[in-house]
């Protein structure tokens, strides 16, 4: 970076003032060489302030400048420590406002570049997005698929399953938007991530089974027809020790599981309303069923039938 842009840099920080041809030259040097220090990497997101509703190139410079910088060059390289995650948050939230969607992408492509972050960083990001669908009163398919991403993500929380922070996000965010004219690709996604969510928590040990639970196969299939994903359950509740880790009662657990296992065998159709109304007073308790908590019943009936009635028998 030559002195005059340097220099410029130095007054932008001070005085927090540019003109536009300032502005574009320190973009320009950024992108070019990379951001080699703090200093510059705060000046690029008070420019951010600026630019994001002037400059249609702006973001994907924005967010790849700064991504490289957290994950190629400061050190350990990959990784984004604790001091580093405290760090990235402080600037998005520097003015006390809530992350504007710049600063939302950038920190969902650190979570999907990174080889780990800390948890406090994807909750965060999640916690961000939820607030912005809440914000403007429905879920978009554009605002849905940076939740998918954030989930698919999940470099800093829940590993390989939905965790129970983000389920209940999930849930939160439903809530406020239930009756609204929510893109439909909301409701898919929330029955497959609440889930994934389910049953891995009623495994004890769910990395005995951990390519049929990964957040991966639920999360990238948006079909509609998902089909198959619980191919191998029927067997598994034979052989696993399903329900364990939701009774803490062994005699209870062998019951639920021989329940789902004779369940799954039966025809989906078969799952009785009381066991749908016990999967929604558990995991929800309102009272009312939303389209998407409808969607989340569906998608267990279609893909996991006899799992709710095991729940049922182990509570």
């Known amino acids: 970076m030559d002195q005059e842009t340097q220099i410029i840099m130095a007054r932008v920080a001070k005085v927090g003032e540019m003109t536009e041809t300032e502005a574009h030259r320190i973009v320009n040097e950024i992108y070019s060489d990379g951001i080699v220090s703090r200093g510059e990497a705060e000046t690029l997101f008070r420019l951010n302030e600026t630019l994001s509703a002037t400059n249609p190139e702006w973001g994907s410079r924005f ?21 580093e995650a405290d760090w990235l948050l402080a600037q998005v939230h520097n003015d006390g406002e809530h992350p504007c969607l710049e600063e939302i992408d950038l920190l969902i492509e650190v979570l999907r570049k990174a080889d780990g972050v800390p948890a406090k960083l994807a909750h965060y990001t999640l916690d961000a997005i939820a607030h912005r669908i809440v914000e403007a009163g429905k879920a978009t398919q554009v605002m849905v698929e940076r939740v998918r991403f954030a989930l698919f993500a999940g470099a800093g929380d829940g590993g390989l399953w939905v965790s129970q922070h983000e389920a209940s996000v999930l849930f939160d965010t439903n809530d406020a938007i239930a009756n609204a004219e929510n893109d439909p690709s909301w409701n898919d996604l929330f029955a497959r991530a609440v889930g994934n969510h389910l049953m891995a928590r009623a495994h004890p040990e769910p990395r005995s089974i951990e390519d049929a639970l990964a957040r991966e196969a639920w999360l990238e299939d948006t079909s509609v027809n998902p089909g198959g994903l619980f191919a191998r359950m029927g067997a598994s509740f034979f052989d696993g020790s399903w329900f364990a880790a939701v009774t803490h009662d062994r ?65």
């Open 251 to 315: 005699r209870k657990a062998e019951k639920a599981r021989m329940a789902a296992a004779e369940a799954a065998t039966r025809e989906a159709e078969n799952v009785t309303d009381t066991e749908n109304e016990w999967l929604l007073a558990n995991v929800q308790g309102d009272g009312k069923v939303s389209p998407a908590e409808q969607a989340l019943i569906d998608f267990l009936r279609a893909e996991a039938p006899g799992f709710t009635e095991g729940l049922a028998s182990a509570a």
């Open 63 to 83: 967010r790849e400048a700064l991504t490289d910088f957290l994950i190629k060059r400061e050190a350990p390289e990959g990784w984004v420590t604790d001091e």
